[in-house]
């Protein structure tokens, strides 16, 4: 077993003696240090949150598992700094609902993880405090905004994650990195305690290292939570109509895939069809509108929100400033990032009076036109089946994928996020020595027939883990 291997032993009953959780604590953040997955380790202090809030932790297949946290979501007594300079130094007080529940089944949080400032990118280079590496290939991103949080379980630190999902955030790392990555159904899982970005699309999602554990995440956070009105009776998520054989659409137009993005949407195609499942050819009319209408809306949305970081509550403060407009302007100026900023500047702009009509409005039109034809595509097929991204994890400032052309490439992500269905990105094998990964969308309220499906074509295998990863067993 090497050094590394010795974290598998802390994968049970990581609550236990001071000892353990030190020893955890000194491994994770040596390989950690390779990748910078993490902005805060701290497993003691996790233990201690654990252990105050734990109700059935002997009862839960959770019980004892360190899990890591993307930190936009709030952890008490951990910091929630939202990637920005903005909340530099800042507390969490309080639990957000989805960690209160895992805590209650025995979970324990060892960190929180990196991500893309206040979830905008798809690199998490936009991160003001580090750069995380893929696991695979230390060149390359891991994806975004859950960067962090994919990082963390592909590499073996912990075996599942958080992460928020506006706009393929949980499913396009997953997809880099090899991981599952889940984006549940719109108000399934409460928000409370994530820091709003885009309120209407966003939602508090899972990565981890196969199908079984995401779903047992899942089955712990869902539900209705009295803090979010926008959440709904989790009950409904266990109610499967669909039979096997499933209908399963494929996309009659994948123009612009890479060769080994295409290659694997074709095997993954073929790989259900001799399952004996059905495919069906389809057309998404609106897919050409899904990537403005979903900026237009997603920037309107975050410009609202992010009015409340003024220094004057919480958070950076620009110090020595007489007048209360300088200091709110110097403090915004000197706190948010550029990507941040031109997000804001541009939903300003398509909410400014005279222009609603022609962005804003327009753009929530589209969406009923977007969501109109998801639900009838789902009159005649369970499942959609689709690719992440047009490519794999693709190398630190990459001139071919700059950030307007990331923004492009959300095009088979975003649709998810503007229709509220749920969405599963399962990893499909290696091509050039990285993962591939595709996504399967489901009705809204339909998680468990995603699970039954990818747990199918995965073979109920986990993840192969990225090379070097420290909770390999020996020999492998």
Same mark, same amino acid.
């Given at each position: 077993?090497?050094?590394?291997?010795?974290?598998?032993?802390?994968?049970? $009953?990581?609550?236990?003696?001071?000892?353990?959780?030190?020893?955890?604590?000194?491994?994770?953040?040596?390989?950690?240090?390779?990748?910078?997955?993490?902005?805060?380790?701290?497993?003691?202090?996790?233990? %201690?949150?654990?252990?105050?809030?734990? =109700?059935?932790?002997?009862?839960?297949?959770?019980?004892?598992?360190?899990? $890591? *946290?993307?930190?936009?979501?709030?952890? /008490? &007594?951990?910091?929630?700094?939202?990637?920005?300079?903005?909340?530099?130094?800042?507390?969490?007080?309080?639990?957000?609902?989805?960690?209160?529940?895992?805590?209650?089944?025995?979970?324990?949080?060892?960190?929180?993880?990196?991500?893309? /400032?206040?979830?905008?990118?798809?690199?998490?280079?936009?991160?003001?405090?580090?750069?995380?590496?893929?696991?695979?290939?230390?060149?390359?991103?891991?994806?975004?905004?859950?960067?962090?949080?994919?990082?963390?379980?592909?590499?073996?630190?912990?075996?599942?994650?958080?992460?928020?999902?506006?706009?393929?955030?949980?499913?396009?790392?997953?997809?880099?990195?090899?991981?599952?990555?889940? &984006?549940?159904?719109? +108000?399934?899982?409460?928000?409370?305690?994530?820091?709003?970005?885009?309120?209407?699309?966003?939602? *508090?999602? *899972?990565?981890?290292?196969?199908?079984?554990?995401?779903?047992?995440?899942?089955? *712990?956070?869902?539900? &209705?939570?009295?803090?979010? !009105?926008?959440?709904?009776? +989790?009950?409904?998520?266990?109610?499967?109509?669909?039979?096997?054989?499933?209908?399963?659409?494929?996309?009659?137009?994948?123009?612009?895939?890479?060769?080994?993005?295409?290659?694997?949407?074709?095997?993954?195609?073929?790989?259900?069809?001799?399952? $004996?499942?059905?495919?069906? =050819?389809?057309?998404?009319?609106?897919?050409?509108?899904?990537?403005?209408?979903?900026?237009?809306?997603?920037?309107?949305?975050?410009?609202?929100?992010?009015?409340?970081?003024?220094?004057?509550?919480? $958070?950076?403060?620009?110090?020595?400033?007489?007048?209360?407009?300088?200091?709110?302007?110097?403090? #915004? /100026?000197?706190?948010?990032?550029?990507?941040?900023?031109?997000?804001?500047?541009?939903?300003?702009?398509?909410?400014?009076?005279?222009?609603?009509?022609?962005?804003?409005?327009?753009?929530?039109?589209? #969406?009923?036109?977007?969501?109109? %034809?998801?639900?009838?595509?789902?009159?005649?097929?369970?499942?959609?089946?689709?690719?992440?991204?047009?490519? !794999?994890?693709?190398?630190?400032?990459?001139? /071919?994928?700059?950030?307007?052309? !990331?923004?492009?490439?959300?095009?088979?992500?975003?649709?998810?996020?503007?229709?509220?269905?749920?969405?599963?990105?399962?990893?499909?094998?290696?091509?050039?020595?990285?993962?591939?990964?595709?996504?399967?969308?489901?009705?809204?309220?339909?998680?468990?027939?995603?699970?039954?499906?990818?747990?199918?074509?995965?073979?109920?295998?986990?993840?192969?883990?990225?090379?070097?990863?420290?909770?390999?067993?020996?020999?492998?």
């Amino acid at each position: 077993m090497n050094e590394f291997g010795q974290a598998t032993l802390f994968w049970r $009953g990581l609550t236990g003696s001071v000892e353990q959780l030190q020893k955890y604590n000194k491994l994770i953040k040596k390989y950690d240090a390779e990748i910078s997955a993490f902005l805060e380790i701290n497993p003691e202090l996790g233990a %201690e949150i654990s252990k105050k809030n734990t =109700e059935s932790y002997a009862a839960s297949p959770l019980s004892g598992l360190p899990f $890591g *946290v993307k930190d936009n979501i709030a952890v /008490e &007594k951990f910091p929630l700094t939202c990637g920005s300079k903005i909340l530099d130094s800042f507390i969490s007080p309080y639990n957000a609902t989805a960690v209160a529940r895992l805590l209650s089944a025995g979970a324990l949080p060892v960190g929180k993880v990196n991500l893309d /400032e206040f979830g905008m990118g798809s690199s998490t280079e936009n991160s003001a405090y580090k750069t995380t590496a893929n696991p695979w290939d230390k060149s390359r991103v891991p994806g975004g905004s859950s960067g962090g949080s994919a990082a963390a379980v592909a590499a073996g630190l912990v075996p599942f994650a958080l992460g928020s999902d506006t706009g393929g955030s949980v499913r396009q790392p997953a997809a880099f990195c090899g991981t599952y990555g889940l &984006k549940p159904t719109y +108000g399934s899982v409460s928000r409370y305690g994530l820091a709003a970005y885009a309120s209407s699309l966003e939602c *508090v999602g *899972v990565l981890a290292d196969s199908v079984e554990m995401t779903k047992n995440v899942f089955n *712990v956070i869902n539900g &209705k939570d009295p803090m979010d !009105q926008t959440s709904s009776n +989790g009950s409904v998520n266990f109610t499967d109509t669909a039979k096997q054989p499933y209908t399963i659409g494929v996309l009659s137009n994948t123009e612009g895939l890479d060769p080994a993005v295409a290659e694997t949407y074709r095997e993954t195609s073929e790989k259900i069809e001799s399952l $004996g499942w059905k495919i069906r =050819e389809i057309s998404l009319n609106t897919q050409e509108y899904v990537v403005p209408a979903y900026y237009t809306i997603a920037t309107a949305e975050a410009s609202a929100n992010l009015a409340r970081y003024t220094g004057i509550r919480y $958070g950076m403060r620009e110090k020595d400033i007489t007048d209360h407009e300088s200091m709110v302007r110097l403090t #915004r /100026e000197n706190g948010f990032g550029d990507e941040v900023k031109l997000r804001i500047l541009l939903g300003t702009y398509v909410l400014r009076s005279g222009f609603q009509d022609q962005y804003y409005i327009r753009a929530q039109k589209i #969406r009923t036109l977007i969501r109109n %034809e998801i639900n009838k595509i789902f009159t005649d097929v369970d499942m959609i089946l689709m690719p992440v991204f047009p490519t !794999q994890a693709f190398s630190f400032g990459s001139k /071919e994928m700059t950030p307007f052309q !990331q923004k492009l490439a959300d095009k088979y992500t975003v649709t998810a996020n503007l229709t509220g269905i749920p969405s599963l990105s399962f990893p499909t094998g290696l091509k050039n020595n990285l993962p591939v990964g595709m996504q399967l969308m489901a009705p809204a309220f339909s998680e468990n027939r995603l699970f039954k499906a990818a747990e199918i074509l995965s073979e109920g295998k986990q993840i192969q883990l990225a090379p070097g990863a420290m909770c390999k067993e020996e020999g492998e």
